[in-house]
């Protein structure tokens, strides 16, 4: 196979720490975070001397460097096997956690992914986050240094929490965007207005490690994706909607995320009515192992909060502090929607606009404390951030 290089290259500096020839084809995408706000013609240096090297490297200032070509095996993640099949790119970051990528880094690195995809024939990025998938490329082809290395933390958490992202936005600029948005001639269900008496185009939908497909067609899951998004419309195409990930982004063309499994009337009409974080006041109430436990656990008293607003056999889950809402393994159980009495909502009463405004001034901190603080105080982070950095592309 005759192999070729990005053209978004900026400066190439070739280490003599390599393989000549990978023995495998390129499949696969492994980004690593620099532990250092560098340049890339640091980065090259240090891979002049030390027995290291990546095939590319992404500066602060967003400039690329080559350090080793694709044809050949870069030596970046502890690993001959992946290195061989991976093309691996290293990218600034902050020195310590959670090793945050400036903007002008991280724009630069979902061009350059989206680009290495083209050029080695790799349709669309997969990610499930799964290290039991490693070289399982048809279900995911990105992987962490940290997988082969228990004494490594690269990407850093700022990456890891980046990769759903990535994966959605490289996916656009390989024309699956264009597939997603395609109506199709004959739809297999009417419009979700039609079903519940009530349109879904732009409600809030909270969704946990769901599923998100390019098209309402396609078998293969893309990514599975956490946070709150929003309908893109009120059209259902083979049980499947369409999603965006800000709700100034409903109904405009090329701000699809990507599909999701079809609401069900009454999944619509009780997300329309509960919201994930609200206040739950039970009073002896059954607590459920699961939406489908035929017997109760326990019985409850006192404050709880909606884990997730998303109704699965007329339950939901709760959770028993609010800074546990939504986060993976913190669900306390299932509860019947008929037993929820809601209390005063957690919901903030400032806008996500005015918050945002706040955060940009530098009131919440920043990475893993704002995130806390956000959380602490009721707002949705994933929402905030999405509106930070609508604004700050402006």
Not at 256 to 268: D, N, R
Request: glycine share 6%; charged share 20%.
């Amino acid at each position: 196979m005759a192999y070729t290089n990005s053209s978004l290259v900026d400066y190439k500096l070739i280490s003599p720490f390599k393989d000549v020839n990978r023995e495998h084809a390129i499949d696969t995408i492994t980004i690593h975070c620099t532990v250092g706000q560098i340049s890339v013609q640091s980065l090259g240096a240090i891979f002049q001397s030390k027995r290291a090297s990546s095939n590319y490297g992404i500066g602060y200032d967003g400039k690329v460097g080559m350090y080793v070509e694709e044809k050949d095996r870069s030596w970046c993640s502890s690993s001959k096997s992946n290195d061989n099949r991976a093309v691996t790119i290293e990218v600034a970051s902050d020195s310590k956690e959670p090793f945050a990528v400036n903007t002008k880094a991280y724009e630069k690195l979902i061009q350059l992914v989206a680009d290495i995809c083209k050029r080695n024939g790799i349709k669309r990025l997969l990610w499930e986050g799964d290290k039991s998938l490693i070289g399982n490329v048809e279900r995911q082809n990105m992987t962490w240094h940290c997988w082969f290395n228990s004494g490594k933390t690269c990407p850093g958490t700022y990456l890891k929490n980046k990769h759903p992202n990535i994966v959605t936005r490289v996916n656009a600029i390989l024309a699956v965007q264009e597939e997603a948005e395609k109506p199709a001639e004959k739809p297999a269900e009417k419009p979700a207005e039609n079903q519940s008496g009530t349109s879904i185009a732009g409600s809030a939908v909270s969704l946990v490690r769901a599923p998100l497909y390019v098209s309402a067609t396609t078998t293969t899951v893309s990514s599975y994706i956490t946070g709150t998004y929003y309908y893109w419309d009120s059209s259902v195409t083979n049980g499947r909607v369409r999603i965006t990930n800000a709700k100034s982004r409903v109904g405009v063309k090329g701000q699809v995320t990507g599909w999701i499994a079809s609401p069900s009337a009454e999944q619509v009409a009780e997300s329309q009515k509960l919201t994930a974080g609200q206040v739950i006041k039970a009073s002896n109430m059954a607590l459920y192992y699961s939406s489908t436990s035929a017997t109760a656990t326990s019985r409850i008293s006192g404050t709880y909060y909606l884990w997730s607003a998303a109704v699965e056999n007329n339950r939901v889950r709760v959770t028993n502090a609010l800074s546990r809402v939504g986060v993976p393994k913190q669900v306390t159980g299932w509860v019947n929607v008929a037993d929820i009495t809601t209390g005063t909502s957690s919901t903030a009463k400032k806008t996500i606009t005015e918050i945002a405004k706040e955060v940009i001034a530098g009131k919440w901190g920043n990475g893993t404390e704002r995130k806390k603080k956000l959380e602490a105080a009721g707002y949705n982070y994933s929402e905030v951030q999405a509106k930070v950095n609508e604004m700050l592309k402006k």
